[in-house]
């Protein structure tokens, strides 16, 4: 019986410049492994565990500068692209990423453009995703604790330089992660 109102937002914008050609001139053989990942991703999002990890505030998992926020309209070589639905943290390659509360590893791989990438089940359908790693520390299957060491920051996958791009996928929809942190 309750009426949730919402409004709408203006979100700034961010162009950016990415000069290797590996990402601008997409090869036939990238476009289906591209293709492939995009499968694998929304399978992994998708799915909703039914135990209880968390406690929904989450700690930061890297420590950094919040470089780009949820919500901005990007623009990729003076293309418009989707908006970007994550929180990027800008840090030094090999910073510390830690798991910002309990859960179990569903993912860890490379993505073309996420690079490493690990996803994890919090529970609740609540998951969150780290990608541009530059190593990963968990496999598939782990069960982690709040703050254990999953990752360093870095720069694999379409980036212009070395950062965290850090996502919470709530009931399969990508939400702003700062409404748990």
Do not use: C, W
């Amino acid at each position: 019986g309750e009426t949730i109102n919402l409004s709408e937002k203006e979100f700034r914008e961010s162009r950016i410049t990415i000069k290797d050609n590996k990402f601008n001139l997409i090869s036939k053989e990238n476009l289906k492994r591209i293709k492939a990942e995009r499968e694998v991703y929304k399978k992994k999002i998708a799915s909703i565990s039914e135990k209880k990890y968390q406690d929904i505030k989450f700690n930061f998992p890297t420590k950094g500068i919040i470089s780009s926020e949820y919500g901005v309209k990007r623009y990729i070589n003076g293309s418009p692209r989707n908006p970007h639905l994550g929180l990027d943290i800008a840090a030094e390659t090999g910073t510390s990423v830690v798991a910002p509360e309990n859960g179990k590893v569903i993912f860890v791989g490379e993505f073309f453009y996420r690079g490493n990438l690990i996803i994890i089940d919090h529970g609740n359908g609540i998951i969150s995703t780290y990608s541009h790693l530059d190593e990963t520390f968990v496999f598939e299957g782990d069960n982690i604790l709040k703050n254990s060491k999953i990752g360093t920051v870095g720069s694999s996958g379409r980036v212009t330089g070395p950062h965290l791009h850090f996502e919470i996928i709530l009931i399969g929809t990508k939400v702003n992660p700062m409404l748990f942190l």
